[in-house]
């Protein structure tokens, strides 16, 4: 069965500093890879996602992943934190084929220091 | 504006008592799923709808039923047999149609029972 580790269970990062949360999957083929964000009592908003390409993808609010095959990774990560960067952050692995399901990992919550 | 609406945002209730969480969309999308949230543990996967009229059990569907009557309406009971019921209960939608696996996400309902 497919898996999701985010190593990180809690990241404290001063504002200004970088940002890289860590996601490991366990699959046999090349998954569809997604990062999501949630504030505190919301729901999930997608940050940004690969599927195929171009193995550096950017996305929204100035982040950006790199899937790296040969560790089964995919590391989001943010030159420059921001004090609204504050969140929980979850990684999470598409299961082609198989109802479209999403196995997510347990997350990493980010506190920013001002 | 599309989305998901899920309501009400904050639900309690005793023990002993059904209770159904609603979630509608206005995506155009076939496919939905129920999560359940708790602290430390990431999204499991309650159910999930690929097409109307049909649903499949997720990871942890023991004590809780769904239907899907209509494209857009996917609700969830939890039922008296739903031994640990208080969480956070989060809706999501994708179209599995056009390739797409991402995922769109409700604001959620946090359920309480006592």
């Known amino acids: 069965a497919q898996s999701v580790t985010q190593p990180d269970i809690h990241i404290t990062v001063s504002e200004g500093a970088s940002l890289e949360l860590r996601c490991n999957y366990s699959y046999g083929a090349t998954p569809y890879l997604f990062w999501y964000v949630q504030s505190p009592g919301q729901g999930l908003q997608l940050l940004l996602k690969y599927f195929s390409g171009d193995t550096l993808v950017q996305g929204i609010k100035g982040f950006e992943a790199e899937f790296k095959r040969s560790q089964s990774s995919f590391n989001l990560r943010k030159p420059s934190v921001h004090w609204s960067d504050a969140a929980e952050y979850f990684c999470?692995?598409?299961?082609?084929?198989?109802?479209?399901?999403?196995?997510f990992g347990t997350g990493t919550q980010l506190k920013v220091e001002l | 504006d599309g989305g998901i609406t899920q309501s009400p945002k904050y639900l309690f209730r005793k023990e002993g008592q059904n209770v159904t969480l609603s979630c509608e969309q206005n995506?155009?999308?076939?496919?939905m799923y129920w999560y359940r949230q708790d602290p430390g543990q990431g999204l499991r996967l309650i159910y999930y709808?690929?097409?109307?009229?049909?649903?499949q059990k997720g990871d942890i569907a023991e004590g809780y039923s769904v239907s899907r009557e209509k494209k857009e309406s996917f609700p969830l009971t939890v039922t008296s047999a739903q031994k640990n019921p208080t969480a956070f209960y989060l809706c999501?939608?994708?179209?599995?149609?056009?390739?797409?696996?991402?995922?769109?996400f409700g604001p959620g309902t946090r359920l309480t029972v006592t």
């Open positions: 999470a692995v598409a299961l082609t084929g198989g109802g479209n399901k999403l196995t």
């Open positions: 995506l155009n999308h076939d496919a």
């Open positions: 709808s690929q097409i109307v009229n049909d649903f």
């Open positions: 999501a939608s994708s179209s599995p149609g056009t390739g797409s696996y991402e995922q769109y």
